[in-house]
């Protein structure tokens, strides 16, 4: 079964440039969460969108900012990377705001 | 502070045996209580849920034992084995404008063979 795909998997950066991370949720699944893991921690969440609109957003600095796309796909998008935006950023997706969420590999980004 | 309690941090199971998981929360307005579960590098896979309807739940080797009285709901892995050696999250979530998932602390398991 197709499974949420994430582009890139890995991403180095130096501080203060910016990244652009991409999610492509399962086929017909219409909500997509971004989340942010820390080494050794738990996944926080920081926005979702539901049918291209936001529909609810975390702990996300507003150096970041997100939008969903008219194919369902989502980006994130970080500007003036710091030192602790290194982590595993998560996208996960679910069918019309579905309790079940499925998560993808992740995008392991380095602020160097 | 941490909305979803997790408890033990780490657990070291002998092969064959019985792995126990617990999860505490606070808000009673959660009404859906999945697993996770995490290899390194990997992204959480959903292994299975409950709602607060249903006292237990089993898929598997897998069961979700479910007190809401007690705000406290546990994962049970019978028959542990080396692959599921992993890190395991509970989560909590509620229905309404989004389903964002309030994570627990993560359990490190290690099944030795």
């Known amino acids: 079964a197709a499974g949420v795909i994430q582009s890139p998997r890995h991403l180095i950066k130096e501080k203060r440039e910016t990244a652009t991370l991409k999610c492509y949720p399962i086929?017909?699944?219409?909500?997509v969460y971004w989340y942010q893991q820390g080494p050794g921690q738990d996944p926080q969440f920081l926005i979702s969108?539901?049918?291209?609109?936001?529909?609810d957003k975390g702990s996300i600095p507003d150096r970041f900012s997100a939008q969903q796309f008219s194919d369902y796909h989502s980006e994130l998008n970080m500007s003036s990377l710091e030192l602790g935006d290194s982590a595993l950023y998560f996208c996960?997706?679910?069918?019309?705001?579905?309790?079940?969420?499925?998560f993808g590999p992740g995008t392991r980004l380095t602020v160097t | 502070q941490q909305q979803v309690k997790q408890s033990p941090q780490s657990l070291i199971v002998q092969k064959g045996g019985i792995s126990i998981i617990n999860c505490a929360y606070e808000?009673?307005?959660?009404?859906?209580f999945p697993w996770y579960q995490q290899f390194p590098g990997k992204g959480p896979a959903l292994l299975i849920a409950i709602r607060p309807d249903v006292s237990e739940k089993k898929e598997g080797r897998f069961t979700i034992s479910f007190n809401k009285s007690a705000k406290q709901f546990s994962l049970h892995i019978m028959d542990s084995q080396p692959g599921d050696s992993a890190t395991y999250f509970c989560a909590a979530s509620m229905m309404g404008a989004t389903n964002k998932l309030i994570f627990g602390t993560g359990t490190l398991l290690a099944v030795q063979p």
């Open positions: 996960a997706s679910s069918l019309d705001r579905g309790y079940e969420q499925y």
């Open positions: 808000n009673t307005a959660f009404d859906y």
């Open positions: 086929p017909r699944h219409d909500t």
């Open positions: 969108f539901y049918e291209k609109m936001q529909s």
